[in-house]
């Protein structure tokens, strides 16, 4: 292994990042979008500020997905002239390893925020506003943490599916 595909490891993990927490928020833009178009009233300016929170969502994907998919060139970038490393671990084994983390830290980061927005639902009841919000995004983080720290190993087989799909090169015909 070398310097150039530690770093391109490095990059499709910090690419995973980004999409694990775009997906985690999209599931709350989602209930305030259908809360939303549920109100006979509509407030003035609501549509413009649900929009606004989604912005995040769609530019995780993009950013997640670039530093993911494009990683290999990313690195072949940054580390121009690769010198060897001493790991005795193969790339997915590596990757594995790496997924598992950012579970840990996604599961990590939000069960505190949920245990605070529940004591915030239980302390002001219906008072509380964008609390439900706030509780499906971070149950969701929750969840999608789990999803990567117990499933490792298909994650990496599935982001490798994703990554060489449409790449096979077909051979060319033979001529008779």
């Known amino acids: 292994m070398n310097t150039r595909e530690l770093s391109s490891i490095a990059i499709k993990i910090t690419g995973i990042v980004f999409l694990a927490s775009a997906a985690a928020a999209l599931a709350p833009f989602l209930i305030s979008v259908y809360k939303l178009l549920g109100e006979h009233s509509a407030r003035s300016g609501s ?50 390893v790496g997924v598992a983390i950012v579970g840990v830290y996604l599961i990590a980061t939000a069960i505190p925020r949920v245990v605070y927005q529940a004591s915030i639902l239980i302390l002001r009841g219906a008072a509380a506003r964008n609390v439900f919000e706030a509780m499906i995004l971070f149950i969701s983080q929750v969840i999608i943490g789990l999803w990567l720290f117990l499933g490792n190993e298909r994650v990496v087989r599935l982001f490798k599916q994703a990554r060489e799909a449409g790449w096979k090169q077909e051979s060319p015909p033979e001529d008779n």
């Open 47 to 96: 549509m413009e500020l649900y929009l606004f929170s989604f912005r995040q969502s769609p530019a995780g994907f993009v950013v997640g997905s670039i530093l993911f998919f494009k990683g290999d060139r990313i690195a072949a970038f940054m580390v121009r002239e690769p010198s060897d490393v001493s790991i005795d671990a193969d790339a997915n084994s590596l990757m594995s």
